[in-house]
C-alpha cells in the first residue's frame, strides 16, 4: 500500500528550522494524519504522497508550501488597556485576538513598552524553513467516519468525548 489520498498515514518525524533546532518532533505516541484533507501543511503531504511502509525521508519546506512568508504589516503598537487586566504581558505571551475580518487569530506580543505593546500577528512559524525527517510507520484506509470529519480518530490522531 502507497500513500496517496484518503490514507490514514502514521509518521514518526521530527523538524528542524535551517540552523538545526528541533522545533517539533512526533512523541512515542507517533502522529497520524488523514493524507489529502489538509491535516499537515502542503509541502510535506506533496512529499510523502506514493511513499510506503518503511519509508524514510528528508523533506525541505519552503515557507510559502508551509506557515507562509511573514507579512510586516502584521506587526502592531496597541495600548496596553486592549489586553486583559488579570494576565502578564511579556514578550513571548501568545494571545487570541479579533482579526480584521472578525476571525480569531493568534498574535505573540514581541515587545511592551510603558502603555503600547508591540505585537506580531504572523503564526510563529512564518518564514520559517521547515526541515522533516520522516519514517512511515503505518499506512491504513481511513474509515468513512474519518473521511466525513476529515481527520484521524483513535490513539494516534482525534479524540472524541
Ligand atoms: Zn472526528
Redo the contacts with the bound molecule.
Keep these: 500500500m502507497e500513500i496517496a489520498q484518503d490514507k490514514v498515514v502514521t509518521i514518526d518525524y521530527t523538524l528542524t528550522d535551517n540552523d538545526d533546532n528541533v522545533i517539533d518532533q512526533s512523541s512515542e505516541g507517533r502522529f497520524a494524519y488523514l493524507h489529502g484533507a489538509n491535516n499537515i501543511v502542503v509541502g510535506l503531504e506533496n512529499a510523502l504522497a506514493g511513499k510506503e511502509l518503511g519509508d524514510e525521508l528528508s523533506v525541505s519546506v519552503p515557507p510559502d508550501e508551509a506557515y507562509g512568508i511573514r507579512n510586516e504589516d502584521r506587526m502592531q503598537d496597541v495600548p496596553k488597556k486592549a489586553f486583559p487586566d488579570d494576565v502578564e504581558i511579556t514578550p513571548g505571551t501568545p494571545f487570541h485576538a479579533e482579526g480584521p475580518n472578525g476571525d480569531v487569530i493568534m498574535v505573540t506580543v514581541i515587545k511592551v513598552d510603558g502603555d503600547t505593546v508591540t505585537i506580531d500577528g504572523n503564526h510563529p512559524l512564518a518564514g520559517v524553513h521547515l526541515n522533516f525527517q520522516v519514517n512511515v510507520v503505518d499506512i491504513r484506509d481511513a474509515t468513512a467516519?474519518?473521511l466525513e470529519?476529515g481527520?484521524v480518530?483513535g490513539p494516534s490522531g482525534?479524540q472524541?468525548s
Excluded: G, I, N
Aim: net charge negative.
Design positions: 467516519e474519518e470529519h481527520h480518530h482525534h472524541h
